[in-house]
């Protein structure tokens, strides 16, 4: 699945999220509307704009030419007369359909994805293993791991993120798409329930395309398990996994997940973000710095109000490597190998950095 080609339609979305996200398309287009209008940009520039950051539409893809587009005009007011309405009747969708990223944001997301194909494509085609689980720790709508999917059919690909909606959409597509290696869940992470998290079994030759596989599985802590019995076959849960992945985790959650992975001995692969929205409110109860090494020169408060918030408020490109580097040493001494790595190409993303963590008594002599 190709995430700067995928839209949102009937069969993926629900139809009230539809018409929202077809109604703040037609916004933005609106917006750059009215600054030509004024003088503020050109025609050329519009025209630019749309095309990198607007979301395509089935009524726009044919017109982009905004100052002349009367036909979405029209349409388009009577999407907006069926968001009014959809609280209290059902409307009713035509084919229209818009696409779940910007060109913009879908060519990064492209980019992406091909980093992370060349990142797992060694570990996972010399793996003894024959069923290898990768869970991707806030997956949204799946944009990462559905087109991760085809490529390595032979990995189980579990989806985690705490938002439902997202859950369904990713359930949705893959199910769409065909995929029998994708499984879908619900999980709020802290560090109290870290223990808690399992995953419930997926034979994969459980086809997506059955009715059951639209929804997606609410994973419970197992202490909520009644043990008087034996599991049933949907019960059945497993602990462990083999590598951790995290796409853009914001602030301590990046901290989270690679505090998962070492729990069940998992490799993990985490490109962080939103340095700067660790705070001492905010640390989910995590000590900062991470390694013992960065801690006998600053402590946590120094952290916190002054290196973390340069690498994001100050922009300090410096500040966010010596926050990911301080991770890597975390990681090092917590019994792992580190490599510290870029996106490529730069403008993929402005948060490039990744570690790669393999545990050291996975290494092959």
């Known amino acids: 699945m190709q995430p700067e080609t995928a839209v949102l339609e009937e069969r993926i979305s629900d139809e009230y999220e539809l018409l929202i996200d077809l109604s703040r398309s037609e916004k933005y287009r609106r917006k750059l509307q009215i600054k030509m209008e004024r003088g503020h940009i050109t025609q050329i520039e519009v025209d630019d704009l749309w095309k990198k950051h607007g979301k395509r539409t089935t009524n726009t893809i044919a017109n982009t030419n905004i100052g002349t587009n009367t036909d979405t005009d029209k349409k388009n007011d009577n999407t907006k007369a069926k968001i009014k309405n959809a609280t209290t009747t059902t409307a009713m969708i035509s084919n229209d359909a818009v696409s779940l990223l910007s060109n913009d944001r879908g060519q990064r997301k492209a980019w992406q994805v091909e980093n992370f194909v060349s990142l797992?494509?060694?570990?996972?085609?010399?793996?003894?293993?024959?069923?290898?689980?990768?869970?991707?720790?806030?997956?949204?709508?799946?944009?990462?791991?559905?087109?991760?999917?085809?490529?390595?059919?032979?990995?189980?690909?579990?989806?985690?993120?705490?938002?439902?909606?997202?859950?369904?959409?990713?359930?949705?597509?893959?199910?769409?798409?065909?995929?029998k290696n994708v499984q879908v869940m619900q999980y709020s992470f802290s560090p109290s329930n870290l223990d808690n998290f399992r995953i419930p079994s997926m034979p994969l030759s459980m086809p997506l395309s059955s009715s059951s596989a639209t929804e997606f599985t609410i994973c419970m802590?197992?202490?909520?398990?009644?043990?008087?019995?034996?599991?049933?076959?949907?019960?059945?849960?497993?602990?462990?996994?083999?590598?951790?992945?995290?796409?853009?985790?914001?602030?301590?959650?990046?901290?989270?997940?690679?505090?998962?992975?070492?729990?069940?001995?998992?490799?993990?692969?985490?490109?962080?973000?939103?340095?700067?929205?660790?705070?001492?409110?905010?640390?989910?109860?995590?000590?900062?710095?991470?390694?013992?090494?960065?801690?006998?020169?600053?402590?946590?408060?120094?952290?916190?109000?002054?290196?973390?918030?340069?690498?994001?408020?100050?922009?300090?490109?410096?500040?966010?490597?010596?926050?990911?580097?301080?991770?890597?040493?975390?990681?090092?001494?917590?019994?792992?190998?580190?490599?510290?790595?870029?996106?490529?190409?730069?403008?993929?993303?402005?948060?490039?950095?990744?570690?790669?963590?393999?545990?050291?008594?996975?290494?092959k002599v």
């Open 221 to 363: 802590p197992v202490t909520t398990r009644s043990t008087s019995s034996p599991p049933s076959s949907e019960q059945l849960i497993e602990n462990d996994f083999d590598i951790a992945i995290g796409l853009h985790c914001c602030g301590s959650f990046t901290d989270m997940v690679m505090s998962i992975a070492k729990s069940r001995g998992a490799d993990c692969i985490v490109c962080p973000c939103c340095n700067g929205a660790m705070t001492s409110k905010t640390t989910c109860g995590y000590k900062y710095p991470r390694s013992v090494f960065l801690g006998k020169l600053i402590n946590q408060d120094e952290y916190l109000s002054l290196l973390s918030r340069a690498a994001d408020d100050l922009g300090s490109y410096e500040a966010k490597c010596l926050i990911e580097y301080d991770r890597a040493l975390w990681a090092y001494e917590n019994g792992y190998d580190v490599q510290l790595l870029k996106l490529s190409p730069k403008e993929c993303t402005p948060k490039h950095h990744v570690l790669y963590l393999t545990r050291r008594q996975k290494q």
């Open 120 to 179: 797992l494509r060694e570990r996972l085609s010399s793996s003894d293993t024959t069923i290898l689980r990768v869970v991707d720790f806030g997956c949204g709508s799946g944009n990462l791991c559905l087109a991760l999917a085809p490529y390595f059919p032979q990995v189980r690909f579990v989806l985690v993120d705490k938002k439902p909606y997202s859950l369904k959409l990713a359930a949705r597509r893959a199910k769409d798409a065909g995929l």
